[in-house]
């Protein structure tokens, strides 16, 4: 018998052990991630009295793998849209906590004295929040409606992509050893093009693509174009020297702009549930349980910065933003633990070899306890707050509230700022897509172009077919704006106006110019002066095609119309819209939606009956029934089954409201009747003295009396499928009868009624 290939024996050596101990950790109610955990020390080379994985190698292969798709489905509920929603309040807040949990990190890691890199390392991975066990926290303990739970969860988007970006950087800095800020700047800068790119690029090809596939798109197909895009993208990211995590979480970020996002998000679970399972493993196979003991006094020490840091530097950079003293204490303590990019980036320190070798199994050991602590945490954090209102005088109190409600005020913007902003946002777009596709173009096309057809026929056919990929981006350059409101307001209200606003649109036609003449000068090798005459004449051809005009007016809305899909869809099946949420989350009114069970003891009822206001201080705004709407319903309109009720109140008063509706749900269900017993079939024969006999079916009340159906009769050697309810009993009848299982019996056995 021939042996299974040790990869198999290791799989499931880790799958097993994986299993066993999740389901422990389920009974417990803990984190199924600190299972996988476990399960790795369980499985590797520190636990001799267990089977271990043998080929190591291998596992880490797989692991990378598990990396790629925890960094997909991550982008998968990013979205760079998100990240502009989100607001100032989540960027001051999460731009705090990064700043300084970094420095207090990496300030640690020096007093404890660690090397340079390790703590620069440990810096970032103390500064990141675990986004996986925020969110399910939040769903356990039914805080997702709540206001303090929206600030938290956009601070997680903003760090999911300053996570991105430190990934870079200290990737940059592990292998130039030493910190130069030119390298930095053109790290940052070459990250910020190649996302704007991917972003431009993506949105305008990527939904279309699937919009007009969609047809053929079943489960299987649509799963197999996902992560065929996935790793599509991991392997462009590492073409063009970034990681492979990178890439990964930018195409989910892609993919997350589209209609189909939730169904790949689905779709995809499973395979990320198995390869992220591996890579926890993998994480835990790391941790050698003697070293943890060595490490105890730092493991403890850093446990204890974590979450005091998160919690300081989260309430701090809440409070900065604007928000009410309470809601920023409770966004703190929220915080207060690391995740999976802790994990993340310490096995980067590690594949660098720039990080000590007892960073990684520390890192890991406190993001364990910190994920333990973290629900107590979450429900620690209203006594806190409740503390800190008795503590803090009262003037200071005044001066907060103060702070907060000036904060959220509306300022007027200038017409100057709504015209500088546009075309800040249509030059930085378009010159950065323009510029990544002539580089590209230059170093991989243009040769391929060359070698099919040599000398400077190639090298003008090369030179015509960029300029016409980018002549719409730089017509859009040049003259987007150019008779907006804002620039005709700002022409004819003021003279003065007018040099600076033709001044801007001369800087943009120079700029369009510069990068005309890159490829004019890489492909015709002419002198300067020819190129300036050559990419300006160019310039012109340009500015007044009508052709080009339709075609760059053609290419945005194909663009906002990707970018907006999803939105608009989502928009059309809310049950809260999402403009008027977000103006009632301001004045801390809240809109949450709650759908009615099946079995609810409130089906039948009135709002009149319920009320909801009295009990909880609530109210009803809308009820949803299918794809009806009825909104501000009377107090005579009754609850149904699986409606939809939309409902508005503070923050406590829709706790109170769910709490209530889910205790009497159970005093329903505790008081409800036993279920009926499950059918069966049962026959009897009809004897001699039976009163059945000459009796209908109909008449004999099988059906109505025992909630019994007569479903055959055998009689002599003829049989009655499904009889007629005339047909009449006789002496003899083997009677075939279906209902419920005691029914059933008690009846076939007394032959009568």
């Given at each position: ?7 198999i024996?290791d ?7 994986a ?21 790795g ?53 999460a ?42 926290a ?12 929206g600030?938290?969860?956009?601070i ?8 991105v ?28 093009v ?8 993506g ?9 007009t ?25 590492t ?10 979480f930018?195409m ?30 993998s994480?835990g ?9 060595e ?25 900065l ?10 966004s ?49 954090s ?22 907060a ?8 913007k ?17 010159a ?5 596709l ?28 960029i ?9 859009a ?16 209200d003021?003279?003065f106006n ?10 943009r ?9 890159i ?27 009508k ?19 999803r ?49 909880c ?8 029934r299918?794809d ?34 889910e205790?009497?749900?159970q ?15 049962e026959q009897?024969?009809?004897?001699d ?37 005339s ?10 009868i ?16």
């Amino acid at each position: 018998m021939s042996e299974i290939p040790v990869l198999i024996s290791d799989l499931a050596v880790i799958l097993i052990s994986a299993s066993l101990v999740t389901i422990l950790f389920k009974w417990l109610k803990q984190p199924v991630v600190l299972g996988y955990i476990v399960a790795g020390i369980i499985s590797g080379p520190a636990c001799p009295f267990t089977p271990s994985v043998i080929d190591s190698s291998s596992i880490k292969t797989w692991s990378e793998i598990g990396v790629i798709f925890l960094l997909f489905t991550l982008g998968l509920d990013f979205s760079f849209k998100k990240l502009v929603k989100v607001g100032g309040t989540a960027v001051t807040g999460a731009v705090t906590i990064v700043a300084g949990m970094m420095f207090v990190g990496y300030a640690t890691g020096l007093a404890l004295g660690w090397r340079h890199m390790t703590s620069l390392f440990l810096g970032g991975m103390l500064s990141m929040s675990s986004t996986t066990i925020i969110y399910k926290a939040f769903d356990e303990m039914g805080l997702r409606n709540q206001k303090f739970s929206g600030v938290v969860l956009g601070i997680l988007v903003v760090e999911d992509l300053f996570a991105v970006l430190m990934m870079v950087l200290l990737s940059t800095l592990a292998v130039s050893k030493q910190v130069e800020g030119m390298e930095l700047l053109n790290s940052v800068v070459k990250l910020g093009v190649f996302l704007m790119f991917c972003f431009i690029v993506g949105i305008y090809l990527i939904p279309s693509f699937l919009r007009t596939c969609h047809k053929y798109l079943n489960d299987e197909t649509l799963l197999i174009i996902s992560i065929g895009l996935c790793f599509g993208m991991v392997k462009i990211a590492t073409l063009a020297g970034f990681s492979s995590a990178l890439g990964a979480f930018i195409m989910g970020s892609l993919l997350a702009e589209t209609i189909e996002a939730e169904h790949i998000e689905q779709l995809v679970k499973p395979v990320k549930n198995l390869f992220g399972a591996i890579f926890f493993v993998s994480v835990g196979m790391m941790i050698d349980p003697l070293m943890l003991w060595e490490y105890k006094i730092p493991i403890l020490i850093l446990t204890a910065i974590v979450m005091t840091g998160q919690i300081c530097f989260g309430t701090f950079g809440v409070l900065l933003s604007g928000q009410p003293l309470k809601v920023a204490v409770q966004s703190g303590f929220s915080l207060a633990q690391i995740g999976e990019f802790a994990f993340i980036l310490a096995a980067l320190g590690l594949s660098l070899k720039v990080t000590d070798h007892f960073l990684y199994p520390i890192v890991v050991a406190v993001s364990v306890l910190t994920t333990f602590f973290t629900p107590y945490m979450i429900r620690l954090s209203e006594p806190a707050y409740n503390r800190l209102e008795r503590i803090i005088p009262e003037k200071w109190m005044l001066l907060l509230q103060k702070y907060a409600s000036g904060s959220s005020t509306i300022t007027q913007k200038s017409a100057w700022h709504k015209l500088l902003k546009a075309l800040a946002r249509i030059v930085g777009t378009y010159a950065s897509v323009s510029i990544v596709l002539i580089f590209v173009w230059l170093q991989y096309v243009s040769p391929l172009i060359t070698n099919y057809l040599p000398g400077w026929k190639g090298d003008i056919l090369s030179l015509i077919l960029i300029l016409t990929l980018i002549s719409p981006m730089l017509r859009a350059i040049m003259m987007k704006k150019n008779r907006s409101v804002e620039f005709q307001q700002l022409w004819n209200d003021n003279k003065f106006n007018r040099g600076p606003l033709i001044s801007l649109i001369l800087l943009r036609v120079i700029l369009c110019i510069v990068m005309v003449m890159i490829p004019v000068a890489q492909l015709l090798n002419t002198a300067a002066s020819y190129m300036w005459v050559i990419a300006s004449l160019i310039i012109i051809s340009i500015i007044f095609s009508k052709k080009l005009k339709k075609q760059s007016i053609l290419m945005e809305r194909r663009f906002f119309s990707n970018l907006t899909a999803r939105e608009v869809e989502e928009e059309k099946h809310a049950t809260i819209n999402h403009h008027f949420a977000n103006h009632m989350l301001e004045r801390d009114l809240h809109l949450a939606d709650f759908e009615v069970k099946q079995n609810s003891p409130s089906i039948g009822k009135t709002l009149r009956e319920l009320n909801f206001r009295k009990h909880c201080n609530v109210n009803i705004v809308t009820i949803i029934r299918g794809d009806n709407r009825i909104n501000i319903p009377g107090g005579e309109e009754h609850l149904y089954p699986f409606d939809k009720i939309v409902v508005a109140g503070s923050d406590s008063d829709l706790e109170h409201f769910r709490t209530y509706v889910e205790e009497k749900y159970q005093d329903y269900k505790a008081h409800l009747h036993p279920k009926a017993n499950d059918v069966s079939i049962e026959q009897f024969q009809i004897s001699d003295n039976s009163k059945l006999i000459g009796k209908t079916i109909q008449q004999s009340g099988i059906r109505d009396k025992a909630d019994c159906l007569v479903i055959g009769i055998e009689r002599g050697n003829t049989s009655l499928k499904n009889p007629d309810p005339s047909t009449q009993f006789q002496e003899g009848d083997l009677v075939w009868i279906v209902g419920e299982r005691s029914k059933v019996l008690r009846f076939s056995e007394s032959n009568t009624l």
